[in-house]
Every structure is written in C-alpha cells, then in structure tokens.
C-alpha cells in the first residue's frame, strides 16, 4: 500500500477515475444515476414551467385558450424553453444528490480496485438520505442567494458563469470530500484535504459539469476522484490505516 501513500494532483485523481469506466459494475452505476437524474431535471423543470404559467396568467389575467390566436402558443413555447434551461440548470444539484444515495457503490468500486485493504462503515440509507436531502437544499439556497449577483453581472457576459463556477465549486468540493470522509472517519477526526484541494476538486466538476455528454459521466468521476484524494491524503496524514 505504498504506492496508495503518495500525493496525487487533481488531473491524476481524474485520470485514476476515468480508468475505472469500462467496468461493467460501474456502467450499471452510471445507467441507473443517470436515468433517474434526468427524470428528476425533466420533472423539476415541467414543474417550473407549470408555476410560471400559472404566475404569468394570474399576472395578467391571460386565458390561454381565449387570448388572441398565436399568443398562447407563444407563451407556452417560450415556458417550454424556460423548462428546458431550469432542467439544465437543475442537473448540478439532482446529479449529484441522486449520487448520494450510490456513494457507498461508488467508494466500494474504487476501493475493491485501489485500496482493498481500507474497510469503510456501512451508511443506513436514513442517513444515506439526510446527506443527499442536505446537499441538495444546501446548494439550492447557496444557487439561489447567488442569482442576484450573477443578475448584476449579466451585462459582462461571462460574470454570472464565473459566479456559478466559484460558487458550486465550493459546494462540490465539500459534499465530495464529506462524501468519502464521512465513511471513514473516526473519533471525529478533520476531513484531510485542504481548502485549495477541495476548491479544485470541485471546480473541475463544474467545468466536467458544463460539456456535454462528459456531463453525464461528471459524477461519478467527481466522487471517484474525491475517493482517490481523500485516501491519499488521509493515509499520509496517519488519519486512516491501511
């Protein structure tokens, strides 16, 4: 277990991760939090289009059935497209909650392959739930707290996304880091890696996050990388034994 003792920077802990995407086990991981997370987008972002068309309508007292021909099929193809980008724009937070409750298959599979000899705790699936629940909410209410400066920024043009990445960034890395630590943590014991770490870790989710199809592999490959990191850096530190 040598080997698993030294550092790894943040490219490596991917390219370890990446390696891991042919297994059979983790396809079946990858088909099942993928399905269900774009379930769970599609529905959030039908439910937005319902809310604002309700809002719109009560607003201005617009009967879609009885406005002036065109309209309402105006309006219901611009909700169609606010539906489109809030499902988008919901993906971040629905992938990786619906990771959570994987995690522990997560950890298992890049444990089983890398470092067999570390025996993580069993999480009852209430608490499995509480962990997802609470990095949901957390990065809903930190999203939404943030809107109102990527608003003011909206005339740079880029100032929003640079909002969003620093901000989800920061989420990321701590849910990721919580994620792995929290199954081997013991006598509450500080997560091992460092601010600039996780910030990392983190940001480079967001970037896997914003390309398409690598969007739909970025979970998984974010809590891969946040195993390899953790261990590693729990190890040299003596905080976990091998």
Do not use: C
């Amino acid at each position: 277990m040598q080997d698993a003792r030294s550092a790894l920077s943040i490219p490596q802990a991917f390219a370890l991760a990446a390696t891991q995407l042919g297994d059979r086990r983790v396809i079946w991981l990858l088909v099942k939090s993928i399905l269900i997370s774009l379930v769970l987008a599609v529905v959030l972002g039908a439910a937005l289009v319902v809310l604002l068309g309700w809002g719109i309508g009560a607003m201005f007292g617009l009967d879609y059935d009885q406005t002036v021909p065109g309209v309402g099929i105006a309006m219901i193809a611009v909700l169609g497209l606010v539906g489109l980008i809030a499902a988008w724009l919901a993906w971040r937070i629905v992938a990786m909650a619906v990771l959570q409750f994987y995690a522990d298959e997560v950890v298992e599979l890049v444990e089983a392959k890398f470092y067999p000899a570390l025996s993580p705790r069993d999480l009852p699936m209430g608490e499995q739930a509480r962990i997802a629940i609470r990095g949901a909410v957390r990065a809903l209410l930190a999203n939404l707290i943030a809107l109102p400066f990527a608003l003011a920024l909206v005339f740079t043009a880029i100032g929003p996304a640079v909002v969003f990445a620093v901000v989800n960034a920061f989420l990321l890395g701590r849910e990721l880091q919580d994620m792995v630590w929290v199954r081997h943590m013991k006598d509450g014991a500080a997560a091992p890696l460092g601010f600039s770490s996780r910030f990392l870790l983190g940001l480079a989710v967001v970037g896997l996050l914003a390309i398409p199809i690598l969007n739909l592999l970025a979970p998984f490959l974010g809590a891969a990388a946040a195993t390899h990191l953790v261990h590693r850096a729990a190890l040299r530190q003596g905080k976990i034994d091998a």
